[in-house]
């Protein structure tokens, strides 16, 4: 079993995903604890409810950026953490916590990077007419939305949509996402070399996503 540890700031609709995962029979992670730097954090219900340590660290409460990730990492710890989840959080992270976690953290992105990356990506994708726009899950550098990429989800973008309508649609695909790039984690089919990863036993297909559909 993967211990691991998600690190929210608001909503965590991911984090429910990835409740909702870990309580499924034979999954192969465990969430060890949830920590949110804000009090509140809807999150914190979703992980109480389902009897997970829910903790605030508050950046607040901090001197500085160093002291408040020494803090978070003093708690990871606590709880036996392997893998740590960011699942909107929302403090960007300083070299020394991504390099202290180097491939041991992992983010989920709404947008298929490296478009789009930073905040209000649905209005980017909608506003540059891409066609298809979805998800990322990648490992954390400390440039921030960028590093190794483990698994993406792609959505088709219609006219019509508004920055609303497509949020709904990635988010969708994000709550599969997670669990599954969680899951080939922790079955240990996750390399990462040369900045890329490489995932074993995966099945081919080279099958051509299209949007719009294909004539
Ligand atoms: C998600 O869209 C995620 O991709 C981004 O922040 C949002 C968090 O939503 N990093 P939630 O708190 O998981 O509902």
Request: proline residues 6%; neutral net charge; glycine residues 4%.
């Amino acid at each position: 079993m993967l211990k691991i540890g998600v690190l929210i700031s608001g909503r965590g609709s991911n984090l429910q995903s990835l409740i909702a995962a870990c309580a499924a029979s034979g999954f192969p992670a465990q969430i060890a604890c949830v920590i949110s730097n804000k009090a509140e954090a809807r999150g914190l219900d979703h992980a109480r409810a389902a009897n997970i340590p829910a903790l605030v660290i508050s950046h607040r409460d901090y001197a500085d950026r160093p002291a408040f990730e020494a803090a978070l990492d003093a708690a990871l710890a606590q709880h036996q953490v392997q893998l740590v989840c960011l699942a909107g959080f929302m403090r960007i992270l300083t070299a020394w916590f991504t390099e202290r976690w180097r491939d041991r953290l992992i983010n989920i992105h709404p947008s298929l990077l490296p478009a789009f990356p930073g905040l209000d990506t649905h209005q980017k994708a909608i506003d540059y007419g891409s066609k298809l726009t979805g998800c990322t899950v990648h490992f954390v550098r400390a440039e921030m939305d960028h590093g190794p990429i483990i698994l993406q989800a792609a959505v088709p973008v219609f006219p019509e949509d508004t920055e609303e309508t497509l949020s709904a649609r990635v988010l969708k695909a994000e709550h599969k996402a997670y669990p599954t790039a969680l899951r080939l984690i922790a079955d240990n089919r996750v390399n990462v070399f040369e900045e890329r990863t490489f995932i074993s036993d995966v099945p081919a297909s080279d099958e051509a996503l299209f949007s719009p559909p294909k004539l």
